[in-house]
């Protein structure tokens, strides 16, 4: 490296220094001594982002007759030679008057990362010193080592994997793209925690739970923007679950009956009612057939208008996929009411003993007195019927 250095210095004083030093030896020698070149401060070590323009400057004072070149420290490769640009179209150089040699590099590059020196070629030996630059380079996600969408069996292990390039090294954060927290379990035990958000390279998910199913963000942040963000949507498979709220539905002739099931599944179900384990009921003027579907969650509705005493019997909402099937059970009976309450009996719709809104003008006084006699008569017989 040395003998490299000596040589671009030889190099540089051939073309540009012998001729006045072959005539000015003697004057030269004694300026040398009285007024050396001094650098007037440090270089310093910088930053600058990627593609933007480096500047390093360094200042001389006294430099008389003698010139200022920059070097790659690392390899001492040439750059500068006084006001000129010695290697390629990325280097410049230009004096800041009075006295600071700026050495521009531009657009800079992830490896123009290091340190270069400033040279002044005094005798018998060199000065020089040297600034360090920083390149900072914006996040980005490495698509073939970061997870695409993952499904799982629900209680299998997942993790969801997210890595990125930049400089300094990204942060990785995980959010849920719902806003909603982020369910861990906790080591040995069936409890979650509930965390805003997760720091990590990768997402370690144990025994997966249905509730962490979702759109996940990963986010590479460092001290450069723009942020990048990658989604993973984390699929949870499992077969369904059926819930009946009201196993037990009583209803007066007459009315309409709403009976009710919730499903949790994934994949997609198929969802039906089936009567006395028989035939299928298809929606209709009889029957009215509902499903609202968030998610995995299913709530699945049938609606007997008409309750009569051929709808007596046993309700089955059943539901497939593609990991197996599950069914719930309502039994539905009839609830007798007495004469007085019975002209009103279209308007109630009674459900596991619970009296739903009935229609018309509950401001009515006798009417009030009426529909309260009769959920009494409703409790009665559900009464009756449990013991
Ligand atoms: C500049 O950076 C170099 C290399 O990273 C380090 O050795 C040097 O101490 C730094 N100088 C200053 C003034 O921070
Ligand atoms: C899930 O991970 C835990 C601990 O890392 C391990 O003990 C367990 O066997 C794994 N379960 C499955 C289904 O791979
Ligand atoms: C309900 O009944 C009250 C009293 O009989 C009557 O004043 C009111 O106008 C009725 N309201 C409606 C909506 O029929």
Same mark, same amino acid.
Request: aromatic share 10%; with cysteine.
């Given at each position: ?168 090294? @990204? /942060?990785? &954060?995980? =959010?849920? +793209? ?11 035990? %069936?409890? *979650? ?91 209709? @003027? /009889?029957? &009215?057939? =509902?499903? +609202? ?11 007997? %208008?008409? *309750? ?80």
């Amino acid at each position: 490296m040395r003998i490299e250095r000596t040589y671009f210095w030889s190099m540089l004083q051939a073309l540009a220094l012998l001729p006045t030093m072959a005539l000015k030896d003697a004057q030269m020698t004694t300026k040398r001594f009285s007024e050396e070149p001094e650098f007037e401060r440090p270089i310093g070590n910088h930053t600058f982002s990627l593609g933007r323009e480096a500047v390093l400057g360094c200042a001389v004072t006294n430099l008389g007759k003698h010139k200022v070149g920059w070097l790659r420290a690392e390899d001492q490769t040439v750059l500068t030679m006084h006001e000129r640009a010695v290697l390629g179209a990325r280097y410049s150089v230009n004096l800041d008057a009075p006295r600071t040699w700026q050495l521009r590099i531009r657009p800079l590059r992830a490896e123009d990362r290091g340190c270069y020196m400033c040279q002044i070629n005094t005798q018998p030996s060199m000065k020089w010193q040297i600034g360090c630059i920083d390149v900072y380079v914006p996040p980005d996600i490495i698509s073939d080592d970061t997870s695409g969408d993952v499904s799982v069996q629900e209680l299998e292990n997942a993790t969801l994997t997210c890595k990125a390039t930049g400089h300094p090294p @990204p /942060k990785i &954060t995980w =959010r849920r +793209e719902d806003h909603e927290p982020i369910l861990l379990k906790k080591p040995l035990s %069936r409890d *979650f925690d509930k965390v805003e958000s997760y720091v990590g390279s990768s997402l370690p998910l144990w025994r997966v739970d249905r509730r962490q199913m979702g759109a996940f963000l990963c986010i590479a942040s460092n001290d450069v923007p723009p942020a990048v963000s990658k989604r993973i949507i984390l699929l949870v498979n499992f077969a369904p679950t059926v819930k009946v709220p009201n196993q037990l539905l009583g209803a007066p002739l007459g009315t309409d009956v709403k009976l009710k099931c919730y499903v949790e599944a994934y994949p997609n179900t198929i969802n039906y009612w089936i009567k006395n384990r028989g035939e299928m009921l298809l929606d209709g @003027p /009889k029957y &009215t057939i =509902r499903e +609202e579907k968030s998610s995995y969650k299913v709530s699945m509705w049938l609606t007997i %208008r008409q *309750f009569s005493r051929s709808d007596i019997g046993t309700y089955n909402c059943v539901s497939t996929n593609s990991l197996g099937k599950s069914e719930g059970t309502l039994r539905l009976y009839e609830i007798k009411l007495n004469s007085y309450a019975e002209d009103f009996s279209n308007q109630i719709s009674v459900a596991g003993g619970l009296t739903e809104a009935a229609k018309g003008n509950t401001s009515d006084p006798l009417y009030s007195k009426r529909t309260l006699l009769s959920i009494l008569l409703c409790y009665i017989t559900y009464w009756y019927m449990l013991t």
